[in-house]
């Protein structure tokens, strides 16, 4: 590829520059992540559905949690309405919001130590209760704003500054917990793969429950630098991922659908992200409809 | 179908009712809308009762989780515009300081009931100890000004939560109740005014005419005057795009970090600079007095039977109690305890919180006498007698 290709001398416009909180703000898309980083994209990608949907901002309030992805909202859409709330709070503030407002449907944006470390109790019960709304789990495996320590979710193996030798804890699983805790729409998705990752957030813009997204993201900073792409294992020699390009080439070769997945054994499947959508149960009762039937008895003779 | 108003307020009259029922009905009264709570000995009443009365007035009752869960759904009722409190005691408040140190950052209004019970860690559940007194103050990271109540019948729990509600619209800070374990049981009889009597006082939670103004509060440039306005609703057109627990300006914008300190100033000075219009204080028998009783909450009703036997002994003794216990009046307190020859404090904590306030402010030759009673209840006789000895 020429470098005319690449980087050609007129910079095209980009197409959501003007929707964007940033770039409405500054009149560019400034994004503060690391390069490689996936939070761009999906701050993008969201921008994008917001846009071509047609969300009313004032319906679908976006609950942000505490970690890396909390500077996501210089990108995302100028008009959703952003809310910066407590490291794992995010279910629970939710809740609230969805519970005095019935007509809203929350979206949250968590991280995975936010999410299923922190926060766990509050992901747990928002998935029991089959609130309406939207929750994306990031996962990066890493605790990247604090500099690289290990997450629930870091995978066997891994080397971060709190794990300094290995990773030795089983690893937390979103996608299961979320199907045992009863979250009626669960899928997962990489942000190698955009177009999937859109495809399941507007399915789940029509659901009515608990959506859970998670979606795999590089940390080049704090993850890739450190590991290898066998993350330590035994056979071939690995490779240091320590650019973008060299992440997503490893999150790619680490997913696995979830069909093909079925004929695979537990160990074929130890330390690989399953992708694809697990549940999806539209029929099952969503919590704010059931308590307005309980309004409707308790309100009878008034 | 109808909104369920109907069965907001009580038929006006006399009940025989619990504390904590009282305060649950005050709630109801001022247009409390959702309630998120967590069982906790002694506060449990109040959730069980909300959570029959509040799905009749359209609202909604959750038990939360956990402690965390309550506080932080609370706060995300209260963002989208409805009246929401908690209650819990000691335990749960400690869980949910990190929740009210951001809500006293981003100004979102809520009541909190704290059913004080003997500390610290599990303690007796049962028993009173006014030892969270200090923690209100001080609940959560960062630098903000709470008001606290302290209440001392039923009928005040009633009253007191239609005014605590009214504070928090206005102030938009944390708001807290002090019960404790004895008041929050008590059974006594609660006058219900008439509903029209109720609605002129309650101030509801209104989106202002004028949608383009500020969202938080800010200081006038002309005249240096701290404004208020309306709190937030999100959802709607007033709301400000962004809502970041940083310091910001009125619209929500990020401030630069040298503006941090102005920020912690209109953060704080929005309470301090109307300590007189929100401090509520009562005064018995204090004109003549040359022993003052300062107190708040349960031992005031022990204060005033012990008050009135020293008189009949001759002894001029007289109480000035604190309603608001948080902003401490600082300014009321000093002109009372001019040229009085003791002050005593009677606290149910054996430190004395208020005490130590009292002490700041008085001069270094008035003795201060503490009478702590923890887990149980002042008896007239040991006010009287700590009355009588420096009277000798």
Same mark, same amino acid.
């Given at each position: 590829?020429?470098?005319?290709?690449?980087?050609?001398?007129?910079?095209?416009?980009?197409?959501?520059?003007?929707?964007? &909180?940033?770039?409405?703000?500054? %009149?560019?898309?400034?994004?503060?992540?690391?390069?490689?980083?996936? =939070? +761009?994209? @999906?701050?993008?990608?969201?921008?994008?559905?917001?846009?071509?949907?047609?969300?009313?901002?004032?319906?679908?309030?976006?609950?942000?949690?505490?970690?890396?992805?909390?500077?996501?909202?210089?990108?995302?859409?100028?008009?959703?309405?952003?809310?910066?709330?407590?490291?794992?709070?995010?279910?629970?503030?939710?809740?609230?919001?969805?519970?005095?407002?019935?007509?809203?449907?929350?979206?949250?944006?968590?991280?995975?130590?936010?999410?299923?470390?922190?926060?766990?109790?509050?992901?747990?019960?928002?998935?029991?209760?089959?609130?309406?709304?939207?929750?994306?789990? &990031?996962?990066?495996?890493?605790? %990247?704003?604090?500099?690289?320590?290990?997450?629930?979710?870091?995978? =066997? +193996?891994? @080397?971060?500054?709190?794990?300094?030798?290995?990773?030795?804890?089983?690893?937390?699983?979103?996608?299961?917990?979320?199907?045992?805790?009863?979250?009626?729409?669960?899928?997962?998705?990489?942000?190698?793969?955009?177009?999937?990752?859109?495809?399941?957030?507007?399915?789940?813009?029509?659901?009515?429950?608990?959506?859970?997204?998670?979606?795999?993201?590089?940390?080049?900073?704090?993850?890739?630098?450190?590991?290898?792409?066998?993350?330590?294992?035994?056979?071939?020699?690995?490779?240091?991922?320590?650019?973008?390009?060299?992440?997503?080439?490893?999150?790619?070769?680490?997913?696995?659908?979830?069909?093909?997945?079925?004929?695979?054994?537990?160990?074929?499947?130890?330390?690989? =992200?399953?992708?694809?959508?697990?549940?999806?149960?539209?029929?099952?009762?969503?919590?704010?409809?059931?308590?307005?039937?309980?309004?409707?008895?308790?309100?009878?003779?008034? | 179908?109808?909104?369920?108003?109907?069965?907001?307020?009580?038929?006006?009259?006399?009940?025989?009712?619990?504390?904590?029922?009282?305060?649950?009905?005050?709630?109801?009264?001022?247009?409390?809308?959702?309630?998120?709570?967590?069982?906790?000995?002694?506060?449990?009443?109040?959730?069980?009762?909300?959570?029959?009365?509040?799905?009749?007035?359209?609202?909604?009752?959750?038990?939360?989780?956990?402690?965390?869960?309550?506080?932080?759904?609370?706060?995300?009722?209260?963002?989208?515009?409805?009246?929401?409190?908690?209650?819990?005691?000691?335990?749960?408040?400690?869980?949910?300081?990190?929740?009210?140190?951001?809500?006293?950052?981003?100004?979102?209004?809520?009541?909190?009931?704290?059913?004080?019970?003997?500390?610290?860690?599990?303690?007796?559940?049962?028993?009173?100890?006014?030892?969270?007194?200090?923690?209100?103050?001080?609940?959560?990271?960062?630098?903000?000004?709470?008001?606290?109540?302290?209440?001392?019948?039923?009928?005040?729990?009633?009253?007191?939560?239609?005014?605590?509600?009214?504070?928090?619209?206005?102030?938009?800070?944390?708001?807290?109740?002090?019960?404790?374990?004895?008041?929050?049981?008590?059974?006594?009889?609660?006058?219900?005014?008439?509903?029209?009597?109720?609605?002129?006082?309650?101030?509801?939670?209104?989106?202002?005419?004028?949608?383009?103004?500020?969202?938080?509060?800010?200081?006038?440039?002309?005249?240096?005057?701290?404004?208020?306005?309306?709190?937030?609703?999100?959802?709607?057109?007033?709301?400000?795009?962004?809502?970041?627990?940083?310091?910001?300006?009125?619209?929500?914008?990020?401030?630069?970090?040298?503006?941090?300190?102005?920020?912690?100033?209109?953060?704080?000075?929005?309470?301090?600079?109307?300590?007189?219009?929100?401090?509520?204080?009562?005064?018995?028998?204090?004109?003549?007095?040359?022993?003052?009783?300062?107190?708040?909450?349960?031992?005031?009703?022990?204060?005033?039977?012990?008050?009135?036997?020293?008189?009949?002994?001759?002894?001029?003794?007289?109480?000035?109690?604190?309603?608001?216990?948080?902003?401490?009046?600082?300014?009321?307190?000093?002109?009372?305890?001019?040229?009085?020859?003791?002050?005593?404090?009677?606290?149910?904590?054996?430190?004395?919180?208020?005490?130590?306030?009292?002490?700041?402010?008085?001069?270094?030759?008035?003795?201060?006498?503490?009478?702590?009673?923890?887990?149980?209840?002042?008896?007239?006789?040991?006010?009287?007698?700590?009355?009588?000895?420096?009277?000798?």
């Amino acid at each position: 590829m020429s470098d005319d290709i690449r980087y050609p001398s007129e910079k095209p416009e980009h197409p959501y520059l003007d929707s964007s &909180f940033s770039g409405m703000l500054l %009149g560019t898309l400034v994004s503060r992540f690391c390069a490689g980083c996936g =939070y +761009g994209s @999906i701050g993008q990608l969201y921008t994008r559905v917001f846009e071509d949907e047609k969300l009313d901002p004032n319906l679908y309030p976006l609950v942000i949690g505490i970690g890396c992805y909390s500077q996501i909202f210089f990108l995302v859409h100028k008009n959703a309405q952003k809310m910066l709330t407590l490291h794992g709070r995010a279910p629970a503030i939710a809740t609230g919001m969805k519970m005095a407002n019935p007509k809203m449907k929350p979206i949250i944006f968590s991280g995975d130590g936010d999410c299923l470390g922190i926060g766990g109790n509050h992901f747990i019960h928002l998935c029991r209760r089959n609130l309406d709304c939207i929750l994306f789990i &990031f996962n990066n495996s890493i605790y %990247g704003m604090t500099g690289g320590q290990a997450a629930p979710t870091t995978l =066997y +193996g891994a @080397i971060s500054t709190t794990t300094p030798y290995k990773m030795f804890e089983p690893r937390s699983d979103g996608v299961e917990l979320a199907l045992a805790a009863g979250a009626s729409y669960v899928a997962r998705t990489t942000i190698a793969h955009p177009r999937t990752l859109m495809k399941y957030f507007k399915k789940a813009l029509k659901h009515k429950g608990t959506s859970v997204i998670e979606v795999i993201t590089p940390c080049v900073t704090y993850f890739g630098r450190k590991n290898l792409d066998n993350l330590g294992s035994e056979g071939e020699p690995g490779e240091i991922m320590d650019t973008g390009g060299k992440m997503f080439e490893w999150i790619k070769k680490n997913s696995i659908h979830i069909n093909q997945a079925k004929f695979m054994s537990k160990e074929e499947l130890f330390n690989k =992200y399953i992708i694809g959508e697990f549940r999806y149960n539209p029929s099952k009762s969503e919590y704010s409809e059931e308590y307005k039937k309980i309004q409707n008895i308790a309100m009878k003779g008034d | 179908m109808s909104n369920g108003n109907g069965k907001r307020f009580l038929k006006p009259g006399k009940y025989l009712m619990m504390g904590n029922v009282a305060m649950a009905e005050g709630a109801l009264s001022s247009g409390l809308k959702f309630f998120g709570g967590y069982p906790i000995t002694p506060s449990t009443e109040v959730i069980e009762h909300l959570a029959k009365r509040l799905p009749e007035v359209g609202g909604c009752c959750m038990q939360m989780e956990d402690e965390l869960a309550s506080i932080n759904a609370v706060m995300g009722a209260s963002l989208v515009g409805a009246k929401a409190m908690t209650a819990t005691s000691g335990p749960g408040l400690s869980l949910m300081t990190e929740t009210i140190s951001m809500a006293a950052n981003i100004e979102i209004p809520f009541v909190f009931c704290d059913v004080q019970r003997c500390g610290p860690g599990t303690g007796f559940v049962t028993v009173p100890h006014h030892n969270d007194v200090g923690l209100t103050r001080f609940a959560g990271n960062g630098e903000f000004e709470v008001i606290a109540f302290a209440p001392m019948s039923c009928q005040e729990l009633f009253d007191l939560t239609i005014t605590a509600f009214n504070y928090a619209e206005t102030y938009r800070c944390p708001i807290f109740i002090l019960s404790d374990a004895y008041l929050g049981h008590i059974h006594e009889v609660v006058n219900i005014p008439p509903k029209e009597e109720i609605l002129k006082r309650v101030i509801d939670r209104t989106i202002p005419e004028d949608t383009k103004g500020a969202k938080f509060t800010y200081e006038d440039i002309n005249t240096h005057k701290l404004m208020i306005p309306k709190p937030y609703i999100v959802g709607t057109e007033f709301c400000p795009p962004l809502i970041i627990h940083l310091p910001h300006n009125q619209d929500g914008v990020l401030m630069p970090e040298e503006n941090s300190l102005r920020f912690m100033k209109i953060m704080i000075d929005k309470i301090r600079d109307n300590i007189d219009k929100i401090s509520l204080t009562e005064e018995y028998k204090l004109d003549d007095a040359e022993i003052i009783i300062i107190s708040y909450g349960l031992p005031v009703r022990a204060s005033y039977r012990a008050v009135d036997l020293a008189r009949k002994k001759g002894i001029k003794v007289g109480i000035f109690r604190l309603i608001t216990v948080w902003p401490f009046p600082k300014e009321k307190v000093k002109k009372v305890v001019v040229g009085a020859k003791a002050i005593i404090v009677p606290e149910m904590n054996y430190t004395g919180v208020i005490a130590e306030q009292v002490e700041r402010v008085t001069d270094l030759n008035i003795p201060i006498i503490k009478v702590p009673k923890v887990a149980t209840l002042h008896h007239p006789d040991d006010i009287l007698k700590a009355i009588e000895e420096v009277a000798k």
